[in-house]
Nanobody
Framework: QVQLVESGGGLVQAGGSLRLSCAAS????????MGWYRQAPGKQRELVAT???????NYADSVKGRFTISRDNAKNTVYLQMNSLKPEDTAVYYC?????????????????WGQGTQVTVSP
């Protein structure tokens, strides 16, 4: 089982910055893709940014030019640098990882979620 632990959320004023981190841990696994999603009150969870093991990235239009996703493959960690934050960025941010789990006899695909970290941007 692959577990994700997030950190770095908090309260910031509009225009400020925050950096989120998410570390994956488990017995034996490889990760193909990692990413960040967010869910605001009363809204569905939405994609923020993703990155693959090959380094390709994808961003929601609403965060392009302000957020940067990066990944340390050696540490199985993904980061989200958030700049020029806006009140509409307020949400719970969830880390996601997909890959292969080799801890059992047969290889199994996995998709794991972190517990979420609150990001609040005040006007």
């Amino acid at each position: 089982q692959v577990q994700l632990v997030e950190s770095g959320g908090g309260l910031v004023q509009a225009g400020g910055s925050l950096r989120l981190s998410c570390a994956a841990s488990g017995t034996s696994f490889t990760i193909n893709a990692m990413g960040w999603y967010r869910q605001a009150p009363g809204k569905q969870r939405e994609l923020v940014a993703t990155t693959t093991s090959g380094g390709s990235t994808n961003y929601a239009d609403s965060v392009k030019g302000r957020f940067t996703i990066s990944r340390d493959n050696a540490k199985n960690t993904v980061y989200l640098q958030m700049n020029s934050l806006k009140p509409e960025d307020t949400a719970v941010y969830y880390c996601n990882a997909e890959g292969w789990d080799y801890s059992r006899v047969l290889r199994e695909s996995f998709r794991s979620w972190g517990q979420g970290t609150q990001v609040t941007v005040s006007p």
